[in-house]
């Protein structure tokens, strides 16, 4: 049962509704008595959840999400090494936007976690895995707060994550800005400008290439990616061992030729993904790109070069290390060049050929 008793000397909140909870005595204040945000208001609805038995306490609903975040992790039981995955997430991604929030906030925030995961984190040039498990860590807190009793409900449940088989829209930045962009990363760093428009690399893979990565005839091995972790794992889709060949323009095979040798047989190991990211947006501000423009911007530019100039999509999947070619036609099949007028170039040459030797 609710009641509310006022407090003459309380200018601020007068009124203070005291109920009992869990066994335990509360009180809240409130300025008003009346109206949706008056104790009158609060203690009705205490009553109707009580008998309804989903009553949460505010109180506990006020805990900042961070904190809630970190004691999930503390709770989990299973590999040590996705516990530091989780809160390398949290660390460098979702606390930065929402670990001063409540609990309740990020529960009923439905429209701001789906900008977070569809504009701000994607803005960042994040990879889909690295956005993927921002949302599984948010959803997964809130998920047991609401299990526990925390929180009554959430909002999150559903929000659909940016899709990497859309349609490939990008800005093709010219050589001149991207001359200032490699600049701006560094003597070394520089070259995994050339790198990623040359042969289509993600970034983690780029960053994951090393001297044996070089094989005879111009072809580039890419056997692993540097993953959000900070370690080097198995490219996407594949699995440890597994690698693919991607034909190297005479211009990436001069920049890398410049590159000093490192004892840990990686050109790029100095920089972590987001040093790299960051370096990169700083470059892209000099050269005066759109704040759209991120990295996989050059992997498109790739793709769209080899398609216009007629290498068969088939080649291009392969290189881009597409699981399917369905992705690959899903991202880039309106940059195939149209084949209507070769297909008839092809069909009169051929009647014409066999008309005459009839």
């Known amino acids: 049962m609710a009641t509310i008793i006022t407090k003459p000397g309380n200018t601020k909140k007068k009124y203070t509704v005291r109920y009992q909870h869990n066994g335990r005595q509360r009180e809240r204040s409130f300025a008003v008595k009346k109206g949706p945000a008056g104790a009158e208001a609060f203690a009705a609805k205490f009553e109707h959840d009580s008998r309804a038995q989903i009553f ?21 039981t299973g590999k040590p090494s996705t516990a530091i995955v989780y809160r390398r997430t949290l660390r460098l991604y979702v606390n930065p ?7 309740a906030q990020v529960a009923a925030d439905r429209d701001g976690i789906r900008k977070l995961l569809n504009v701000t984190l994607p803005a960042a040039d994040l990879s889909q895995s690295v956005i993927h498990t921002a949302y599984i860590v948010i959803r997964a807190v809130v998920a047991d707060a609401v299990k526990s009793g925390t929180l009554g409900q959430t909002r999150l449940s ?4 940016p899709d990497e088989e859309t349609r490939a829209e990008f800005v093709f930045a010219s050589h001149a800005q991207l001359a200032i962009v490699a600049k701006r990363m560094g003597e070394v760093h520089g070259a995994l400008v050339w790198l990623m428009r040359g042969c289509g690399l993600r970034i983690g893979e780029a960053l994951a290439v090393g001297p044996a990565c070089i ?10 990616q540097l993953l959000a972790t900070g370690e080097y ?15 190297m323009p005479l211009y990436v095979v001069e920049a890398l030729s410049k590159l000093p040798a490192r004892d ?28 759209e423009f991120v990295s996989r911007h050059l ?3 790739f793709a769209s070069v080899a398609l216009a100039n007629s290498v068969p999509i088939t080649d291009v999947s392969k290189w881009l290390g597409h699981q399917s070619i369905n992705t690959t036609y899903a991202i880039y099949g309106h940059l195939v060049p149209s084949s209507w007028e070769r297909a008839r170039l092809a069909l009169d040459t051929e009647y014409e050929t066999w008309a005459s030797a009839a």
């Open 56 to 76: 949460v306490d505010p109180s506990r609903a006020a805990v900042p999400f961070a904190t809630a975040a970190e004691n999930w992790v503390a709770s989990l």
């Open 97 to 103: 936007a929402i670990g001063t929030m409540t609990l």
């Open 158 to 161: 559903g929000i659909a994550l």
């Open 215 to 224: 094989l005879p005839g111009g072809v580039l091995r890419v056997s692993e």
């Open 233 to 247: 794992g198995p490219l996407k889709h594949r699995k440890a061992g597994q690698f693919r060949d991607v034909p």
């Open 264 to 291: 840990d047989g990686h050109w790029f190991s100095e920089a972590s993904r987001t040093a790299a990211v960051r370096w990169f947006r700083d470059g892209c501000r000099l050269a005066g790109l759109a704040d």
């Open 299 to 301: 992997r498109h530019t």
